[in-house]
């Protein structure tokens, strides 16, 4: 095990250095205002792919959504780190649902426009991965995403995870149910 993977768990994870020269590091409630106006960079163009609580508006949402996160990791649950390319948070990766007695976990990612096309999201989400499996040890890793959201399926197949199906009308979003697409990897598999 790394230590860069262990700090994961300590909460106040060391900034880690991607492949493609991005840093991925936490996000926490006191980022609130550099969260806020990044998602004012990003509302318009993520808001048909992520849920709506997460699509903030203003400085006391995204104080709220990174709340949310950061009382989830203390109960060693869900979490969320962000993205940062020339110092500038262009997306993010989190744990949508993340359970160590279940072995299981869900990740999930969200970009702005000038975050995409660099390979940041598939770095980010690979740390996610071998964090789950290698310093944790859990079995399963599943990508779920709106069954259009090719950009999402892509980075699902990039890591090698197997389409397990849709969910039908599974995801309500403003009056309208989507179909979710679910993807996985094995700890056997990687």
Known sequence: ????????????????????????DSLEPWQ????AAHLDRAREHIRPWVG???VTTDVEGARATLQRYADGLARDGIRIYGIWAEGVLVGGVMFVEFSAAAGNCEIGC???PAGEGHGHITAAVRELV???????GLHRVEWRCRAGNERSIAVAQRLGMTFEGTL???WPVGGVRYDKAVWSLLATEV
């Open 130 to 136: 071998r964090y789950a499996f290698e310093t944790r």
């Open 110 to 112: 969200w970009s702005e």
């Open 52 to 54: 709506p609580s997460f």
């Open 32 to 35: 609130a205002e550099e969260f």
């Open 168 to 170: 039908r009308e599974a």
């Open 1 to 24: 095990m790394s230590a860069r993977h262990d700090s994961l768990y300590a909460g106040r994870m060391a900034p880690t250095q991607l492949p493609t020269g991005a840093v991925l």
